[in-house]
């Protein structure tokens, strides 16, 4: 789908369970998305709400704002993208009265997910994904073929030609469904044999949400060209290189990364590629420190491994982006309550490593600062896994010396 150009306006709702500033966040993480996809947002629409509407999502007459904006001819309005997913009930219920393109946060992430996907395997998870989530929506496709009511004796109803076409598109697309599974297992068999293969090399694994600076600090720590850039998803499929840090050498992976609200479909289709992730002796969770909701996104990051994984496993938390970092200093006479904006560096570091000791260091990887002392945080943990699982030094210095 070549979506470069095209405008959009964003919708958010506002409920007890999203604040205000919540939804902003939201929003501006959807934008960023869309940017990723190719799409510019011009506007946003939000809504206060108990609950997002079952039939239209938002209100009548907030629906109603949005037509009258959409119709405008001058604003060229060809996307409407909700941040949350919607229901094939209210895609076509928007779809008849917006009469534009709807997209919802887990289909513009999937085109996203579609566009970046290079190799069979991560084309195969992508392609499965979409068709779990088209397979419920594909009503909305026939509509225009509902179900038709024939003759014949006794009320006997005739199926019309769009359930024919709704019961063929559904067995072809559960057929593919059957395949990509089949596929998938074949190349999950073929790279569980890969990683049998690297011999008993410790595992390290870059985890964090997404646009953190995992290929960055990859490119940086394996001395090989990772790629890299300023959009979500950079990276799908798994990096594998060996690394050599004091001469102790062990394999570093960079992942997929994680986002808020990540669709089911891609959580199940992605289990397979996050294998890297449970199978690491050590987890170095990137956090971009600069970014306003970095702490949600660190716990979201802890949920999605929570959900792939229930082992628990040595982590060194590695806040990226330092040179990034602002803050805005409180007035002397201002009594309200610190926030995210008022904390300096300096204040967050001492939290931190009161909480969490030495197991958190404070980094950028695009300037390279700190890096000395993540390598000697990382030489530390991994020596120790070393130790105990070679505890008479057979194996402590493996291939030493490559990078």
């Given at each position: 789908?070549?979506?470069?150009?095209?405008?959009?306006?964003?919708?958010?709702?506002?409920?007890?369970?999203?604040?205000?500033?919540?939804?902003?966040?939201?929003?501006?993480e959807?934008?960023?998305?869309?940017?990723?996809?190719?799409?510019?947002?011009?506007?946003?629409?939000?809504?206060?709400?108990?609950?997002?509407?079952?039939?239209?999502?938002?209100?009548?007459?907030?629906?109603?704002?949005?037509?009258?904006?959409?119709?405008?001819?001058?604003?060229?309005?060809?996307?409407?993208i909700?941040?949350?997913?919607?229901?094939?009930?209210?895609?076509?219920?928007?779809?008849?009265?917006?009469?534009?393109?709807?997209?919802?946060r887990?289909?513009?992430?999937?085109?996203?997910?579609?566009?970046?996907?290079?190799?069979?395997?991560?084309?195969?998870?992508?392609?499965?994904?979409?068709?779990?989530?088209?397979?419920?929506?594909?009503?909305?496709?026939?509509?225009?073929?509902?179900?038709?009511?024939?003759?014949?004796?006794?009320?006997?109803?005739?199926?019309?030609?769009?359930?024919?076409?709704?019961?063929?598109?559904?067995?072809i697309?559960?057929?593919?469904?059957?395949?990509?599974?089949?596929?998938?297992?074949?190349?999950?068999?073929?790279?569980?044999?890969?990683?049998?293969?690297?011999g008993?090399?410790?595992?390290?694994?870059?985890?964090?949400?997404?646009?953190?600076?995992?290929?960055?600090?990859?490119?940086?720590?394996?001395?090989?060209?990772?790629?890299?850039?300023?959009?979500?998803?950079a990276?799908?499929?798994?990096?594998?290189?060996?690394?050599?840090?004091?001469n102790?050498?062990?394999?570093?992976?960079?992942?997929?990364?994680?986002?808020r609200?990540?669709?089911?479909?891609?959580?199940?289709s992605?289990?397979?590629?996050?294998?890297?992730?449970?199978?690491?002796?050590?987890?170095?969770?990137?956090?971009?420190?600069?970014?306003?909701?970095?702490?949600?996104?660190?716990?979201?990051?802890?949920?999605?491994?929570?959900?792939?994984?229930?082992?628990?496993?040595?982590?060194?938390?590695?806040?990226?982006?330092?040179?990034?970092?602002?803050?805005?200093?409180?007035?002397?006479?201002?009594?309200?309550?610190?926030?995210?904006?008022?904390?300096?560096?300096?204040?967050?570091?001492?939290?931190?490593?009161?909480?969490?000791?030495?197991?958190?260091?404070?980094?950028s990887?695009?300037?390279?600062?700190?890096?000395?002392?993540?390598?000697?945080?990382?030489?530390?943990?991994?020596?120790?896994?070393?130790?105990?699982?070679?505890?008479?030094?057979?194996?402590?210095?493996?291939?030493?010396?490559?990078?």
């Amino acid at each position: 789908m070549n979506l470069a150009s095209e405008k959009a306006v964003l919708v958010g709702v506002i409920t007890p369970e999203q604040n205000e500033e919540k939804v902003k966040e939201y929003l501006d993480e959807l934008d960023f998305l869309a940017a990723t996809a190719g799409i510019r947002a011009v506007k946003r629409f939000t809504q206060r709400m108990e609950k997002p509407h079952p039939i239209t999502f938002v209100g009548s007459g907030k629906l109603d704002e949005i037509r009258k904006y959409t119709e405008n001819e001058d604003n060229e309005i060809e996307w409407v993208i909700f941040d949350d997913e919607l229901s094939p009930k209210q895609l076509r219920n928007l779809e008849a009265t917006l009469k534009v393109k709807i997209m919802d946060r887990t289909s513009l992430i999937l085109n996203i997910f579609a566009s970046r996907a290079q190799t069979a395997h991560a084309k195969a998870q992508v392609e499965l994904a979409q068709y779990n989530y088209m397979l419920p929506r594909l009503k909305r496709l026939w509509t225009h073929l509902e179900r038709q009511s024939g003759g014949g004796s006794g009320g006997f109803r005739m199926r019309g030609p769009g359930e024919t076409q709704l019961e063929t598109d559904r067995r072809i697309i559960l057929n593919k469904i059957s395949k990509l599974k089949e596929d998938l297992k074949a190349i999950d068999k073929q790279k569980f044999n890969q990683r049998k293969n690297r011999g008993k090399l410790v595992r390290v694994a870059l985890v964090g949400y997404t646009n953190a600076g995992k290929s960055t600090l990859m490119t940086l720590l394996s001395k090989t060209e990772v790629f890299a850039e300023n959009k979500l998803f950079a990276t799908l499929d798994t990096t594998v290189r060996k690394v050599t840090v004091e001469n102790l050498a062990f394999l570093l992976a960079d992942t997929v990364g994680f986002i808020r609200k990540l669709p089911t479909e891609l959580v199940e289709s992605f289990k397979s590629t996050l294998d890297e992730v449970r199978e690491a002796d050590l987890l170095i969770h990137v956090a971009d420190v600069s970014h306003p909701a970095f702490e949600e996104q660190i716990e979201t990051v802890a949920q999605t491994l929570n959900e792939i994984t229930c082992e628990v496993k040595p982590t060194i938390l590695a806040f990226n982006k330092i040179d990034a970092f602002s803050y805005v200093e409180k007035e002397a006479d201002d009594l309200t309550p610190k926030t995210r904006q008022n904390i300096s560096l300096d204040e967050l570091k001492q939290t931190r490593m009161n909480k969490l000791h030495e197991n958190c260091v404070f980094i950028s990887a695009r300037e390279k600062q700190n890096i000395e002392e993540l390598k000697s945080l990382m030489y530390k943990k991994i020596r120790e896994i070393h130790v105990q699982r070679f505890p008479y030094g057979d194996f402590l210095y493996p291939d030493g010396g490559d990078n």
